[in-house]
């Protein structure tokens, strides 16, 4: 299994004194399976206070993070992400975190086509939905039917395609100590059959 660890940072203002929160995303794939971050790798909330409430990355929010998953065009791929209840500083002062996550396997990285992941943040989908996906599929340019001209290059001319998982979330920030909050998301992405 190739294991990718992103640290993704939280900002807390409590008491005026600025201390990082880290939520680092582990990424477990199999050999076949190529997961690569596109995005920063920073969930960035902002500047904080004590008391504030949720805050929010949404899916459309610039600060979503992007991975992308390289698999065989006729597999199924199982992704599951197992998101922590909070960030903890230690035992007794924790940041209560809500995991939102959602993915498109049209073959483009178009977050307004994507489709939320259930509650249970586990999903099994094909690695290309040829049914919603706004162009040829990649792979046209071998399939004389769909594509008679053959006007594609080598770069199209693939067995695999991409697919794309969001990870975003709240946190709730209340009477918090200061401190460095910490947590871990796993993503494990494998072939379904």
């Known amino acids: 299994m190739k294991r ?6 939280f900002l807390l203002l409590p008491f005026g004194a600025t201390h990082a929160q880290m939520l680092a995303l582990n990424v477990e794939a199999p050999p076949g ?12 909330f902002g500047t904080l206070l004590q008391n504030q409430g ?29 998101p ?3 960030l903890q500083l230690d035992a007794n002062n924790t940041l209560p975190f809500t995991l939102g996550a959602s993915y498109n396997n049209t073959g483009d990285n178009d977050k307004s086509q994507a ?3 259930p509650d249970s943040y586990q999903k099994v989908f094909p690695s290309y939905d040829d049914q919603n996906a706004s162009g040829p599929p990649p792979w046209a340019c071998n399939d004389k039917k769909n594509n008679p001209n053959n006007n594609c290059d080598d770069t199209n001319n693939k067995n695999t ?33």
């Open 4 to 9: 990718i660890l992103l640290s993704l940072a």
């Open 33 to 44: 399976i190529t997961v690569t971050v596109l995005s920063d790798g920073i969930l960035d």
């Open 54 to 82: 949720q805050v929010s990355i949404n899916l459309m929010d610039p600060g979503t993070e992007v991975i992308s998953i390289e698999a065989d065009k006729n597999r199924d791929l199982s992704v599951t992400l197992t």
């Open 84 to 86: 922590p209840p909070s």
């Open 115 to 117: 489709v939320e992941f």
């Open 161 to 193: 395609v991409l697919s794309y998982i969001y990870v975003y979330g709240d946190i709730t920030v209340g009477n918090a100590r200061a401190g460095t909050y910490t947590g871990m998301i796993n993503l494990n992405v494998n072939y379904a059959n």
